[in-house]
């Protein structure tokens, strides 16, 4: 069984389009984040999400919006995408708000803009 | 600005050897603190946390936290050539809800 799962796993898209990222875990875990990881391999917080309250927002272009149906799912929504936005982005859960047990990571999605 | 500091690497060691990783972060009012493996290609993995001063041992792993000092590490005994990854240390700061990462120490273990 997959804890934290992402999908899909690689997306390659052009300059200017939307597209979405979707998140599920089945560790009955509170909070949820997502986290972009750059070239240089630097993990950088964007948004966190605790029984689907926003409570972290990271200063991100306001084209990436996260939404939380149920406090299991946390997607991500990138609208006109740029050469910019490509990285890898991490979804992660945690049990609480303070996360002191540790994140548990999805597998990834590596986006290519072209 | 809060951070958290690791040498890049590689830290190249030798099958067997001990190695030794190093984290320093800048806020004096820190209160958990984590190291994470993440091989290439792959997403991090949670190896241990620490919240006290002094040492924590799990397996061939111990984490080491000197709050007066600001630093935390970690220290593989025994290293085999599977231990090569990036380790990536992660901080909590008081009154945030969020880890702060460092920018990875890159292990190599040589067979």
């Known amino acids: 069984d997959t804890a934290v799962s992402q999908t899909p796993k690689y997306l390659v898209t052009q300059m200017g389009n939307d597209k979405s990222i979707k998140c599920e875990q089945n560790l009955g875990h509170d909070t949820m984040y997502w986290y972009k990881q750059d070239s240089k391999k630097f993990l950088k917080i964007m948004f966190s999400y605790n029984n689907k309250e926003l409570i972290i927002n990271e200063t991100v272009p306001n084209r990436f919006s996260p939404k939380s149906p149920d406090k299991a799912h946390l997607n991500l929504h990138i609208n006109s995408l740029e050469l910019g936005d490509s990285a890898v982005y991490f979804c992660?859960?945690?049990?609480?708000?303070?996360?002191?047990?540790?994140?548990?990571f999805g597998s990834g999605t590596r986006l290519t803009v072209v | 600005q809060k951070e958290v500091e690791q040498n890049s690497g590689p830290l190249s060691v030798p099958e067997g050897a001990i190695a030794s990783l190093n984290c320093t972060y800048s806020?004096?009012?820190?209160?958990?603190f984590f190291w994470y493996r993440q091989y290439s290609g792959k997403s991090p993995e949670l190896i241990m946390s620490i919240y006290s001063n002094g040492d924590k041992e799990d397996g061939r792993f111990t984490a080491q936290l000197n709050k007066a000092s600001q630093y935390v590490s970690l220290l593989i005994r025994d290293s085999q050539p599977s231990d090569s990854a990036t380790y990536l240390c992660?901080?909590?700061?008081?009154?945030?809800?969020?880890?702060?990462f460092g920018t990875g120490t890159r292990l190599k273990v040589l067979a």
């Open positions: 992660a859960s945690s049990r609480g708000t303070i996360s002191n047990y540790g994140y548990t």
């Open positions: 806020d004096r009012v820190s209160q958990s």
């Open positions: 992660a901080v909590i700061y008081s009154g945030t809800y969020k880890y702060i």
